[in-house]
């Protein structure tokens, strides 16, 4: 059981975030680059500090600086969000390579002692993180009057402009709160296999959109669809052990096809 919870944690955490940036209408497209771009900092940082905490944290700051960045410039020029976010998704994909060839001298698997990890600890300390990360959310956006603004910024901005509040800065914002879902998610992942591999998100940035999607803006309503990807992800792994005859291409793509099958019938 810890292991299934260890192992939805990433998906929880990075349907939380893009939730912040669909309130506020630019919904975080870009959320499956940055998984696996924050599994690369995770890891560059943390064999170069000696610090998993450290590395975490540094790749946090970096993850949400840009972020905050290029959603300042995409404000300030009036560009299209949904377009933006698909830029810079494939952006940070490229980030990846390219910084793993230039440090590490290779865009492969990337393992050291220096990052190596209890599996158990790494599950318990992952549990407990988002536990806190998305209680807090929910408290912020139910009782705090900065997640009221969060939550009708797409729909009623002319509200804020009322009240003499930027809309603005609530889109601008709710990139960089994707941004720390996302990084901890993509950290989460590097973690608990202890190594960085490339697509280390693995899709789970687009299951998590679907999530947001399916779930209607409602928190917990999102969870359980995170949860119910996550389990067939889950299952997928253990599947062909059982099943040997089912081909490694469809138990790749199974939950994919649970997602369309629930996006169908959702709608």
């Given at each position: 059981m810890l292991n299934f919870l260890g192992f939805c944690c990433p998906l929880l955490l990075a349907a939380t975030g893009a939730l912040f940036s669909e309130y506020t209408g630019c919904l975080a497209l870009f959320m499956d680059g940055l998984i696996s771009f924050a599994g690369f900092l995770t890891y560059a940082f943390t064999v170069?500090?000696?610090?998993?905490?450290?590395?975490?944290?540094?790749?946090?700051?970096?993850?949400?600086?840009?972020?905050?960045?290029?959603?300042?410039?995409?404000?300030?020029?009036?560009?299209?969000?949904?377009?933006?976010?698909?830029?810079?998704?494939?952006?940070?994909?490229?980030?990846?390579?390219?910084?793993?060839?230039?440090?590490?001298?290779?865009?492969?698997?990337?393992?050291?002692?220096?990052?190596?990890?209890?599996?158990?600890?790494?599950?318990?300390?992952?549990?407990?993180?988002?536990?806190?990360?998305?209680?807090?959310?929910?408290?912020?956006?139910?009782?705090?009057?900065?997640?009221?603004?969060?939550?009708?910024?797409?729909?009623?901005?002319?509200?804020?402009?009322?009240?003499?509040?930027?809309?603005?800065?609530?889109?601008?914002?709710?990139?960089?709160?994707?941004?720390?879902?996302?990084?901890?998610?993509?950290?989460?992942?590097?973690i608990r296999i202890s190594s960085f591999v490339p697509n280390l998100a693995s899709g789970k940035g687009w299951l998590a959109l679907a999530a947001v999607f399916m779930g209607k803006r409602k928190l917990p309503v999102i969870s359980l669809y995170a949860l119910i990807f996550c389990a067939v992800d889950f299952a997928a792994v253990y599947i062909q052990s059982f099943i040997p005859a089912i081909p490694s291409s469809v138990v790749l793509a199974l939950p994919y096809i649970v997602t369309l099958g629930l996006v169908v019938i959702r709608k």
């Open positions: 170069t500090t000696g610090s998993v905490i450290l590395g975490t944290g540094l790749c946090a700051l970096t993850c949400i600086a840009i972020c905050l960045l290029f959603a300042f410039i995409v404000e300030k020029t009036h560009a299209n969000y949904f377009i933006a976010a698909i830029a810079i998704n494939l952006l940070f994909s490229s980030f990846t390579s390219l910084f793993s060839w230039l440090i590490f001298g290779t865009r492969g698997v990337l393992t050291t002692s220096a990052f190596l990890f209890s599996l158990v600890s790494a599950n318990i300390t992952t549990v407990i993180i988002t536990i806190i990360l998305m209680a807090t959310a929910i408290l912020y956006l139910k009782k705090t009057k900065g997640g009221i603004y969060f939550r009708i910024t797409g729909s009623n901005a002319d509200v804020l402009l009322v009240r003499g509040v930027s809309p603005g800065i609530y889109r601008i914002a709710s990139w960089g709160v994707a941004a720390l879902f996302a990084c901890f998610a993509g950290s989460f992942l590097a």
